[in-house]
């Protein structure tokens, strides 16, 4: 409805806007008709031609007042102004609109435009005699009198603005009070948004429309009382929320009537649903009749199939489907209840190399192993409170106390088992813990569990296949933990260092060489061995992280030190994963073109044991990358299990003697006769010599004397970080003498 009387009122606005243009086009022709019969005056054209400026002026003024034109004037061809009937404007300010309606002239129409704070509507024709001897124009304002004139036909009221975006509105005239031009005004100012789409005021009381004038400062605001419109919509809306009201008033009074005998055990049977839903205890529902008492007797059907279908879930969710007794899950929860009022012991029982059963007797034989493992197991005697099995080959037993003696549990279950015509022998290894209580806490619970894993992971190390857990442990296995979880933090932070220390020539008295050394101040474990957070990156694969950052760290250091110390060559030790790692080559290659160095500048040493766990992969990445141009060297050489007949393939340049033979070789014979033995067989092979451990002159002395060729050890230097092993180079090629000069001697 409201829509409708908007729809109206717009119409009425449409229908005044084309009155308001057809009375504009009228006075257009009114004044096009009026200048006309002035230009073609045989009198005003010989007084145009003759200059006579009274008689000009008295003819404009004539003519003008005919037709009641407010402005009269006379142009010369050049559009220069000639005569006016008003006298009181210069030629300045009539010159921009004369220049514009002398361009509409062309066009044959009116222009409009401001001036002297009013809109003139002019026209403009030519004086011919026969050619153009000046231009003859007149013209009317849009004034208050054509503001009534267009309210007497169209009902509505007129208002005349000049308005620039950005600016203030400037009021020409208008039919509206002030009170209600100050309500307009300010809503007018998106003009062009009102041409098609009218606009109320605030109070509702007017619709406005806008129509562009021809020029493009000169805008007309056409005002429709809205006060007809409002009130019939006002009233046909009061009527009609009168019945609203009485409806709503008559539904609510059924509602009520319904709800008491019908809604009342609806709410029941909802609130019973909800409970069921949310797992809570829930009534017995009242017997009812009809469609009531049918829902009711599903809902009571439904509550007793959930909680079968909830009993059975449970129990699949907390038995171990192949052996039948329980899993992880519920041995957590049991120990949990068991544990907040009663001590006890847990045994973890593992079959040693499991793995080998299943693959030389099939997945098949390897479960039915277990389940007769895990009958035995309910066999037990002493039987246990509880068992599961927790793990592939692992089952969890829970004592009150530890059996006096543990053959009698492991005894019965290792017995030999009859499987595909086979006898099966089991070896188990056994870790146990035991707890106190209170143990209510998960945390608690996942930490007895953890304990006795680690205890069985000591189990399985030991000949005797038994071990408890010990204290301190457990903080060792979070240490672990906490190195795996960091380390590849700290790579990516950079917050990892290298320490070199330095290779001597005792042939030439010199240092040409070092070996990069990675070390990790922890910021919460402090110090932290290479050997020990090396061993765990190998075993949890961040291994590669590892040798990627050193390779990075070392090759970038070369570079740096190439134009300082010439010839210098890097040594980085290689873990065995390393070399079976066939992208390693590549690898280097990559950092060596990125730092823009020579292959020569870096130098991997490898042990003979890392060698033997893959002979045939690792020879051929170390010809790779001796075919890069990088030196190898074999390190700790002596103390692994080496093959001669693999290391006669290897491409290696360097052999290093485990420094467990050198510390003590000035007083040690049985570790001269090994040095000297190996360094005839590796000179024997063309490798290069080198000792690693030399601690005193000594020492040195006693190298010498068996053919090494380079020396490593704290007699010379300890390992430094980069800046203080380039200071000790630099001392070193000045004092290297002081070093030697006994021996030499």
């Not at 142009?75 to 309606?101: M, T, Y």
């Not at 992971?457 to 000949?463: D, E, N, R």
């Not at 020579?598 to 130098?603: D, E, N, P, Y």
Request: net charge negative; glycine share 6%; charged share 20%.
């Amino acid at each position: 409805m409201k829509k409708d009387s908007q729809q109206q009122a717009r119409q009425v606005l449409t229908v005044a806007a084309n009155v308001f243009e057809q009375l504009l086009n009228e006075r257009s022709q009114q004044l096009g008709q009026s200048v006309q019969v002035l230009a073609a005056d045989f009198g005003f054209r010989q007084a145009v031609a003759t200059s006579e400026s009274a008689t000009i002026q008295s003819v404009l003024e004539n003519h003008g007042s005919r037709i009641e034109a407010q402005l009269v004037v006379l142009l010369d061809p050049q559009g220069n102004l000639l005569a006016s009937s008003r006298r009181e404007l210069s030629e300045d300010q009539l010159s921009p609109l004369l220049q514009a309606a002398q361009q509409a002239a062309f066009s044959r129409h009116s222009a409009i435009f401001p001036l002297d704070g009013q809109a003139y509507q002019l026209v403009l024709v030519p004086v011919r005699a026969p050619n153009i001897i000046a231009w003859v124009g007149m013209g009317f304002v849009l004034d208050e009198t054509l503001a009534l004139q267009l309210k007497a036909i169209t009902g509505l009221d007129i208002s005349f603005i000049q308005y620039q975006t950005g600016q203030e509105i400037h009021l020409l005239t208008s039919t509206l009070s002030n009170q209600s031009l100050s309500d307009l005004l300010p809503e007018t100012i998106a003009l062009t948004e009102l041409t098609n789409d009218p606009s109320a005021s605030q109070d509702q009381r007017y619709l406005t429309l806008s129509r562009p004038l021809e020029h493009a400062d000169l805008w007309a605001l056409l005002h429709l009382p809205n006060s007809r419109w409002l009130q019939n919509y006002q009233s046909m809306r009061s009527q009609l929320v009168g019945i609203f009201g009485v409806a709503l008033t008559v539904s609510l009074l059924a509602a009520f009537w319904l709800g008491r005998s019908i809604t009342e055990p609806l709410q029941k049977l909802s609130k019973f649903a909800r409970q069921l839903g949310e797992g809570e205890a829930t009534p017995a529902l009242p017997k009812a009749r009809g469609e009531v008492g049918v829902l009711s007797k599903t809902l009571n059907q439904m509550q007793q199939r959930l909680a079968e279908r909830e009993r059975l879930l449970i129990e699949q969710a907390e038995q171990d489907p192949l052996t039948g007794l329980a899993n992880r899950s519920a041995a957590e929860r049991w120990l949990k209840n068991y544990g907040r009022q009663q001590a006890g012991v847990l045994l973890l029982l593992n079959i040693r190399n499991f793995r080998h059963i299943n693959d030389a007797f099939g997945l098949d034989t390897g479960d039915q192993l277990l389940q007769l493992l895990a009958e035995r197991i309910r066999q037990l005697a002493p039987a246990p409170l509880f068992s599961a099995r927790v793990g592939g080959d692992e089952f969890l037993l829970i004592y009150a106390e530890l059996p006096t003696e543990l053959t009698a549990v492991t005894a019965p279950l290792q017995a030999a088992y009859q499987l595909q015509h086979s006898s099966i022998s089991l070896q188990l290894t056994l870790g146990y813990y035991r707890f106190a209580v209170p143990i209510a806490e998960p945390l608690v619970v996942s930490t007895l569990l953890r304990r006795v894993d680690i205890a069985s992971a000591a189990a399985k190390q030991l000949s005797e296949g038994v071990a408890g857990y010990q204290a301190g442990q457990d903080e060792r296995h979070l240490r672990e933990l906490t190195i795996i979880q960091d380390l590849p933090v700290a790579l990516a932070a950079n917050t990892l260092s290298i320490c070199y220390q330095p290779k001597v020539s005792l042939q030439h008295q010199n240092c040409l060489a070092a070996e990069a050394l990675i070390r990790w101040q922890h910021p919460s474990l402090g110090f932290i061995p290479p050997d020990e957070f090396i061993r765990l990156a190998e075993h949890s694969g961040h291994i590669q992280l590892v040798t990627d950052w050193m390779l990075s760290q070392v090759i970038t250091q070369a570079a740096l030190w190439q134009s300082s110390h010439p010839g210098l060559k890097l040594a980085v030790n290689l873990s065995p994963l390393d070399l079976i790692d066939e992208q390693l080559p590549t690898r280097i290659q990559q950092l060596l073109n990125q730092a823009r160095v020579s292959a020569k500048v870096l130098a991997l040493e490898v042990t003979e044991g890392a060698v033997m766990q893959d002979p045939e992969r690792v020879i051929r990445n170390l010809h790779q990358l001796a075919a890069l141009g990088v030196e190898l060297a074999i390190d700790d050489f002596g103390t692994g299990h080496s093959s001669l007949a693999y290391l006669k393939l290897l491409p290696v340049h360097e052999v290093k003697i485990d420094r467990a033979f050198i510390k003590d070789i000035e007083h040690n014979s049985d570790d001269e006769l090994i040095v000297e033995a190996a360094s005839r067989l590796a000179k024997g092979l063309g490798f290069q010599i080198t000792a690693e451990g030399l601690e005193n002159r000594a020492g040195l002395t006693k190298l010498l004397a068996l053919g090494c060729d380079t020396v490593q050890g704290y007699y010379f230097a300890k390992p430094m970080p980069a800046t203080d092993f380039d200071h000790w180079l630099q001392q070193f090629q000045q004092t290297g003498a002081d070093y030697f000069s006994e021996v030499n001697a």
